[in-house]
Structure formats: structure tokens, C-alpha cells
């Protein structure tokens, strides 16, 4: 195995995602600042320091740029689960998954660890109505790679169960219940206390509150 040239690859490798992330971020940060119509895939690019066909090379518009984040959370999501102990218990395990992709909202201090720019593009992501298409498919493959890894835990089959689709879903649905929520209603409790709470209905059957 030539050593070298997989270490170049790694190299290319590692630099394109730096360069998705930056364009994905450089366009959640001039939307905020700017509004969704008065931003264009040539301010993005320029904002990186790259041309629109290098943009354009790795995103179809600016929408799918912003939602770029969502999606690779939910990847993220399925990864980590797939990591947990084996014979830890689902719910558990997807908990952890979860709750482990958001940064934490406060420091042993005390302090705000949000970054503003991750909070505002999380708002723009979850009320900009011509974001919801993008959102939309970038949930679907969130849910289709968080069942697969449910399935990988369960001993079911994600092309024939119902099963780890369902729990995907729904797993899905709460971390936006729960996301929408710290955003526009609860401030004040940290988002990784509204997620646990929302797995935890879940996980119960929702029982109706007394």
C-alpha cells in the first residue's frame, strides 16, 4: 500500500469537508445577516474565497447549503449510535446518540457555550419557509440512515420491518418537536434537558400527561 498517497487522499479528503462546512456556514451566516432573497451562490462562494462552480460542485443552491448542517447531524446521529455498548438498551443508546451531537448549552461556569452563529442558523433552518423542501429531504436521509443503524441493533431488516423506520421517524419528529420548542418557547431550559424529556415520552408509548 502506497502510505503517501493514502495520506494525500486523506489530505484531500479532510480539506473538501472543510470547504462544505465553510460554504455551508458562510451561507446560514449571510442569510441571517441579510435575509433569504438579498443572498446569491456567488456571495456564498466569494464569502469562502472560492468560485460558484467550486459551490456548485458540492451543493445544487444555497437552500441545500443551509440545510447541509441538519444533514450531517442526522448522520452523525446514526453513527453514534452504532458505536454505543451492544448490550446497552435502545432507548438509552439513542439517547446518547442524540443528545451527544449538540453542544452543550452551558460550561462548569455557568457560561454559554452556543455559538450564536449554530442558534441562529438552527432558528433560520426551523422558520424560513423556503428552506422546508431542503429540510424535508435532508430528514429523509437522516431517518433512513438512523434506521438502518436501529436495525443493526435490533435484528431487524430496514427494507421489510416496519420497525426500526418507525423508531427513526419518530426519533426524528421529537428532536424537532424538541428543537422548535427551546427555540420559540423555552429558552430557559437547556435543549439537551428538552431532548432527553422528548426520547424519554417516546420511549414510555407517550402516555398522556395527568
Known sequence: ?????????GLRERKKEQTRAALSWAAIRLTIEKGWDNVRVEDIAAEVGVSPRTFNNYFSSKGEAIAARHLDRTRRIGAAL?????????????????????????DSEGKST???????????????????????????????TLAAAIAA?????????MYPRLVAGSVG??????TTHWLSVDTTTPIHSLLREALRQLAAGLPVPE
Open 1 to 9: 500500500m502506497d502510505t503517501a498517497a493514502s495520506g494525500r487522499g
Open 82 to 106: 452504532r458505536e454505543r455498548p451492544e448490550g446497552e438498551p435502545l432507548w438509552d443508546s439513542i439517547t446518547a446518540a442524540v443528545v451527544g451531537q449538540v453542544p452543550p448549552a452551558r
Open 114 to 144: 452556543l455559538d450564536e452563529e449554530w442558534t441562529e442558523g438552527i432558528r433560520l433552518m426551523t422558520s424560513e419557509p423556503a428552506l422546508q423542501g431542503e429540510l424535508l429531504r435532508a430528514s429523509a436521509v437522516g431517518v433512513t
Open 173 to 178: 419528529v421529537a428532536i424537532q418537536v424538541a
Open 153 to 161: 441493533r435490533t435484528g431487524t431488516d430496514p427494507e421489510r420491518d
